[in-house]
């Protein structure tokens, strides 16, 4: 499998026939329990929370889609993210990309602070601020690449290289690009972490997070935490993404023509300022979107004049939903500083750049004239 090439893997990897009955679709198992075939011995699994045949597949399939060495669906990103900083022990310190998810904040400053871990934001745009705020009881850098809503890029490669010299592992956040645009592994990272809720299920219909580790004891730790703290995918979202995953490969493909097209709709629009994608020239790094990047993705933001003039945009859309995520077939707009960010402070936001004014797209896979005949209406409503 691993010499296939990505679009042949989004449909093959851990999507074999069934062995038992030729299905050429992995099999739902709506079993909480199994038949032990005697004391102590099974046929591998003995309960879903430990281990699910269809979740093992999906796992394959994330693990081979991303490079690595085994793959862990959770419930949600977000428990996805609790079971890596899961990995902490108290008087570790953690640094973490200063623009990330708001949700990844709000569990950073409200629960896992509570461990007794130190937390640390950073710009991880600026590999000289890295270096220097690395201490000797740093143990993870987590990055988030594309940056949320603002579109700042971290070199995976540098970043990693800065950390494995002074011992420090690496985990990025993959879901504003999916695996199909960007390998941090391959690039030099440790883990990668996903919100399988947006590319990989791709159909707004399920809530998943999984990790990718490209180590044994990576293995060792997610598989205890998913064991142990247990929020792991229910069987049923796994084979809503692995099904979702089947057709990665050629979304991915219109969602980025589309997404293209609409930020360069969007960057000559005179109510329209700070046009935010990595595949616009005028991106500050548009040379390292086109290193590290196999694409440039369908997620966007720009400011209009200011909070009303967002509101009257998403007002007026009529494609697009005003609706919070992402990576779905439908094209979303959302005002970043209610929606994702309003659980950060006002503070907060000021030192992210987050204005009132800012509103983030996600690019579905509607014709793309109809999606800019849409941007058109509702601009000329602000
Ligand atoms: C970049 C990123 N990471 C993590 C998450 C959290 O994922 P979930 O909503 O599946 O818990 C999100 C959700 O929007 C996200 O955008």
Request: proline content about 4%; some cysteine.
């Amino acid at each position: 499998m691993a010499d296939y090439k990505y679009s042949t893997l989004a449909v093959h990897a851990g999507q074999s026939p069934d062995p038992q009955t030729g299905a050429v679709n992995v099999p739902l198992y709506l079993s909480s329990t199994f038949e032990l075939t005697g004391i102590g011995t099974d046929r591998g699994w003995d309960y879903s929370r430990a281990g699910n045949p269809t979740r093992d597949k999906l796992e394959e399939a994330l693990a081979a889609l991303e490079g690595g060495t085994s793959g862990h669906a959770f419930t949600s990103g977000m428990a996805a993210i609790s079971a890596l900083f899961a990995m902490l022990r108290a008087g570790d310190h953690l640094l973490c990309s200063k623009d990330v998810y708001a949700g990844t904040v709000r569990l950073l400053d409200q629960i896992v602070s509570g461990y007794g871990i130190e937390i640390e934001y950073v710009d991880t745009s600026n590999l000289a601020a890295v270096e220097a705020a690395i201490k000797p009881n740093t143990k993870l850098i987590h990055i988030e690449t594309p940056s949320n809503p603002l579109m700042v890029l971290t070199d995976i490669a540098a970043v990693s290289a800065i950390a494995h010299a002074k011992g420090v592992e690496v985990s990025v956040d993959n879901t504003f690009l999916s695996p199909a645009l960007q390998s941090p592994l391959a690039l030099g990272a440790d883990i990668v972490m996903h919100s399988t809720t947006k590319y990989l299920n791709g159909h707004s219909d399920g809530l998943g997070g999984a990790l990718i580790g490209s180590k044994p004891e990576h293995k060792e730790r997610f598989l205890l935490v998913q064991k142990a703290a247990g929020g792991v995918m229910s069987p049923f979202e796994c084979f809503l993404v692995l099904r979702g995953i089947r057709t990665l490969a050629v979304r991915i493909r219109q969602h980025e023509e589309n997404g293209l097209a609409i930020a360069t709709y969007l960057a000559q629009h005179p109510k329209v300022s700070k046009v935010a994608y990595p595949g616009l020239k005028s991106h500050p790094q548009y040379a390292l979107a086109v290193r590290q990047q196999k694409g440039f993705g369908s997620m966007m933001s720009f400011e209009v004049s200011g909070r009303e003039a967002a509101g009257r945009f998403l007002k007026a859309i009529k494609i697009f939903v005003s609706a919070e995520s992402l990576g779905g077939v439908e094209s979303l707009a959302s005002h970043s500083a209610t929606t994702t960010h309003a659980s950060v402070t006002q503070e907060q936001r000021d030192a992210m750049g987050i204005t009132d004014g800012r509103i983030r797209l996600s690019i579905g896979i509607e014709d793309k004239e109809d999606l800019i005949a849409d941007l058109e209406q509702a601009l000329a409503a602000v």
